[in-house]
Antibody, heavy 118, light 110 residues
Framework: EIQLVESGGTLVQPGGSLRLSCAVSGFIFSDYWMHWVRQAPGKGLVWVARINLDGSTTNYADSVKGRFTISRDNAKNTLYLEMNSLRAEDTAVYFC???????????WGQGTLVTVSS | QSALTQPASVSGSPGQSITISCTGTSSDVGAYKYVSWYQQHPGKAPKLMLYEVSNRPSGVSNRFSGSKSGNTASLTISGLQAEDEADYYCASYTTTSTWVFGGGTKVTVL
């Protein structure tokens, strides 16, 4: 059974930092691109970032570029999102999603809530 | 990276067909065949319904179909059922190697 489990979400002050993790099982992690997607409370889905199989290629949404870093540890079957200089508008549930041919999101985690507030 | 444009809401009666549009630009929807559609029920993770415009993942009902013309993609739900009531999002790959979602459409089954 394929599982993606996010963790690390919490309350953080504006300007602070946080690292999210996404532990995966049930598939060969190193064979797939991986993505982060977020959803602010009551709002729509927003694509955040993606990373290729060995971590050598990353892409980011303009809203997080230069502040967030996506990475992966294939030995640990874990995806990460390092978030710096956090703003109130970064408050959201963050989902990790598995990539697939022609797209992504055939499997998702349950999400982890990040709240940026003083 | 502007969000794709979707209608805020669409409704239909059980058994009817509805279509949700997703309008982008020549830099996203119009550029590639990489348009996906997701269904999301309240409090749940999204579910992939279509990828590459019209391909259904294993397990997705054939009542869901997709198409694309120019800069606009569409999702059609045929034989509308109560369980189809949810939010639907389109997403497209872009010429800057990123992905962008639409604003979402709330589907109501009357």
């Amino acid at each position: 059974e394929i599982q993606l489990v996010e963790s690390g979400g919490t309350l953080v002050q504006p300007g602070g930092s946080l690292r999210l993790s996404c532990a995966v099982s049930g598939f060969i992690f190193s064979d797939y691109w991986m993505h982060w997607v977020r959803q602010a409370p009551g709002k729509g889905l927003v694509w955040v970032a993606r990373i290729n199989l060995d971590g050598s290629t990353t892409n980011y949404a303009d809203s997080v570029k230069g502040r967030f870093t996506i990475s992966r540890d294939n030995a640990k079957n874990t995806l990460y999102l390092e978030m710096n200089s956090l703003r109130a508008e970064d408050t959201a549930v963050y989902f990790c999603a598995k990539g697939r041919t022609g797209g992504f999101g055939d499997y998702w985690g349950q999400g982890t809530l990040v709240t940026v507030s003083s | 990276q502007s969000a794709l444009t979707q209608p805020a809401s669409v409704s239909g009666s059980p058994g009817q067909s509805i279509t949700i549009s997703c309008t982008g630009t020549s830099s996203d929807v119009g550029a590639y065949k990489y348009v996906s559609w997701y269904q999301q029920h309240p409090g749940k993770a999204p579910k992939l319904m279509l990828y590459e415009v019209s391909n259904r993942p294993s397990g997705v009902s054939n009542r869901f179909s997709g198409s694309k013309s120019g800069n606009t993609a569409s999702l059609t739900i045929s034989g509308l059922q109560a369980e189809d009531e949810a939010d639907y999002y389109c997403a497209s790959y872009t010429t800057t190697s990123t992905w962008v979602f639409g604003g979402g459409t709330k589907v109501t089954v009357l």
